[in-house]
Each structure stands twice: as structure tokens, then as C-alpha cells.
């Protein structure tokens, strides 16, 4: 059984910096990729990064390319997602996720994504 358990977010204002954590178990010696995802108020779900079980290959979002670090902790079977110069237009809930068929790569579609964190909130204020 894959559950994946997220914690950190909350408030921040602009410029601040926050890191979200997404805590996997079911995994253990399976070849997967972790993504994360966002979903602000009124819009659709959107790719934000992923890396791959290994930890060696990622990928990111233009819109966070450079603030936005994704790592991944082989010992707890924990992903993180370091958000550096937070903007308002950062505010959404962030889902971790994990592809048990990451095939040569990964995936930006969420719909390719098989198990699903709760999700957290990540409000930036002005």
C-alpha cells in the first residue's frame, strides 16, 4: 500500500522562502518518479517538479525554475520541495505525487501520476 503524507506550507510573504516535505511509504525498491503539482482557487491543476527515485534527474516548471529545489532523502523515503522568493502568484495547494511508470523519464501530466499526497495550502501575501 502507497501512502504519501505531506507537511510544511502555510503563510509567507512575498520574497520568503518555505519547504514542503511529502513522506512516502509503499516504495521501497520500486523505480518511481515524485512530482509536484499546484492547484490556486478557480484554475486547473499544474506541474511544478519532479525527480525521479533515484534523486539524479529532474525537472521543473518554467514559472519556478531557479527558486524552486526539489531533493529527495533516500534514507526516510522523503521528497522536498525548497520554495525560495516566493510570489502571490505561487499561492495554491501543492500535491506530491508519485508515477509508478515513470518509463525513460517523468511526466508532467498529472493524470499519469498513480498516488496522491492530501495536499497542503501555500498562501504568499503581498
Known amino acids: 500500500q502507497v501512502q504519501l503524507v505531506q507537511s510544511g506550507g502555510g503563510l509567507v510573504q512575498a520574497g520568503g522562502s518555505l519547504r514542503l516535505s511529502c513522506a512516502a511509504s509503499?516504495?521501497?525498491?520500486?523505480?518511481?518518479?515524485m512530482g509536484w503539482f499546484r492547484q490556486a482557487p478557480g484554475q486547473e491543476r499544474e506541474f511544478v517538479a519532479v525527480i525521479r527515485s533515484s534523486g539524479e534527474h529532474l525537472f521543473y516548471a518554467d514559472s519556478v525554475e531557479g527558486r524552486f529545489t526539489i531533493s529527495k532523502d533516500n534514507v526516510k523515503d522523503t521528497v522536498y520541495l525548497q520554495m525560495n522568493s516566493l510570489k502571490p502568484e505561487d499561492t495554491a495547494v501543492y500535491y506530491c505525487?508519485?508515477?509508478?511508470?515513470?518509463?525513460?523519464?517523468?511526466?508532467?501530466?498529472?493524470?499519469?501520476?498513480?498516488?496522491w499526497g492530501q495536499g497542503t495550502q501555500v498562501t504568499v501575501s503581498s
Open positions: 509503499g516504495l521501497a525498491s520500486r523505480t518511481y518518479a
Open positions: 505525487a508519485a508515477d509508478l511508470n515513470p518509463g525513460w523519464a517523468w511526466s508532467t501530466i498529472d493524470h499519469d501520476y498513480d498516488y
